[in-house]
C-alpha cells in the first residue's frame, strides 16, 4: 500500500521532481508577489485607524506566516524521517531550516518597523514578539545542531528530536494573543468567523500568502536538490545525473 | 508616481525599509539556494572524478 509513497521519498525521484517544479513555483512566485506588493501598496484603501502604515502587514504577516509553516514542516518531515526512517525526511528538514530562519528574522524586523509608529517602540517583551524570538532561536539552535555530530545521521535525528520538541512553541506563538495581554493585534484573517478585513485589503494579503509559499516552495526545491546531491555522492544515479547536466 | 504614494501617508520611513528587508530576503533565499546547489553539484563532481582516478 505504500509502496507508491516510498518511490515518491526516494532520493532520484525527489531530485527530478523537485527539478521540475523549481521553474513552475519560481515564475508563479514572482508573478503572485509582484502583484500582491503593487496591490498591497497602491491599490488597497489606507486603514481607518493606521493609515498607510498597515501596509507592512502585506510583507510582515506572510513572513510570519512562513516562518510557522516552515518550522512544522521542519518537525514533521523530522518526525517522518524518526518513525519510517525515510531519510529524504531529513533532507527535507535541512533544506527547510535556513528558509525558516530567515523568514523569522523577516516578521521580527518588519513587525518591529510596525511597532515604532503604532506602540511607540520597536521591541518589548510582548509574548507573541517574545515567542517570534524563541522560534529564531530554535531554528538557530536545530541548524548549528545537525553538523555539531561527526556522525551525520546523530546528527540528523538530533536535529528533528529538537524541531519535534520545538514545535510547541508554534501554537504558542498562534495563541499568545489570545491567551495572554498583548500589545499585538488579534488575528484578522485565520479567525473561525469572518475575517475583520474589508475585502479591499484582504485580498492582496491572500494574494501575498500565495506568492510566499510558491516561494517557499521554489527554494525549498533548490536546496533539497543540493542536500540530495551531499547525502547521495556515492549513489550511481547522482553519476548520471551530474552527467547529463 | 504621486508624491503621495512614495510618502505613504507619513509613514515612508517604516513602510518602505520593511517592504525592502522582506525584498531582500526573498533575493538572499533565492541567492544562497542556487549557490548552495552549484556546491553541492562541485562536491559532486569531484568526488566522482576522484573516484574514477582512482579506479584507473
Request: charge should be positive; hydrophobic fraction near 55%; proline fraction near 5%.
Amino acid at each position: 500500500m505504500w509502496t507508491w509513497f516510498y518511490r515518491l521519498a526516494s532520493p532520484p525521484s525527489v531530485y527530478r521532481v523537485a527539478a521540475a517544479l523549481t521553474p513552475w513555483f519560481l515564475t508563479l512566485a514572482a508573478i503572485v508577489i509582484g502583484c500582491g506588493l503593487i496591490a498591497g501598496l497602491a491599490i488597497a484603501p489606507p486603514d481607518y485607524q493606521q493609515g498607510d502604515a498597515f501596509r507592512i502587514i502585506y510583507v510582515h504577516a506572510p513572513s510570519a506566516w512562513l516562518s510557522l509553516f516552515a518550522y512544522t514542516t521542519m518537525a514533521v518531515a523530522g518526525g517522518i524521517a524518526l518513525i519510517w526512517r525515510i531519510k529524504m525526511g531529513h533532507a527535507v528538514a535541512a533544506a527547510t531550516a535556513p528558509i525558516g530562519a530567515s523568514f523569522t528574522l523577516a516578521a521580527l524586523v518588519t513587525g518591529s518597523l510596525w511597532g515604532r509608529p503604532m506602540w511607540g517602540t520597536y521591541w518589548a517583551w510582548d509574548p507573541r514578539l517574545t515567542s517570534e524570538l524563541i522560534l529564531l532561536f530554535l531554528y538557530v539552535g536545530v541548524m548549528a545542531l545537525r553538523p555539531a555530530f561527526e556522525d551525520p545521521s546523530r546528527g540528523d535525528r538530533a536535529a528533528a528530536l529538537l524541531s519535534i520538541v520545538g514545535v510547541v512553541n508554534v501554537p504558542i506563538i498562534k495563541y499568545s494573543v489570545v491567551w495572554w495581554n498583548s500589545l499585538h493585534q488579534a488575528a484578522t484573517v485565520a479567525k473561525l468567523g469572518r475575517p475583520s478585513m474589508p475585502g479591499s485589503m484582504l485580498w492582496p494579503l491572500l494574494t501575498m500568502f500565495l506568492g510566499f509559499m510558491l516561494f517557499y516552495g521554489a527554494v525549498l526545491c533548490i536546496r533539497l536538490r543540493g542536500e540530495v546531491l551531499n547525502r547521495e555522492r556515492q549513489a550511481v544515479w547522482v553519476r548520471e545525473a551530474i552527467k547529463s547536466r | 508616481m504621486s508624491n503621495s504614494f512614495w510618502s505613504m501617508g507619513g509613514y515612508a520611513r517604516y513602510v518602505w525599509p520593511s517592504v525592502a528587508f522582506a525584498c531582500a530576503v526573498l533575493a538572499w533565499n533565492l541567492w544562497a539556494a542556487i549557490r548552495y546547489l552549484a556546491a553541492a553539484r562541485q562536491r559532486t563532481a569531484r568526488a566522482l572524478a576522484m573516484a574514477a582516478s582512482d579506479s584507473a
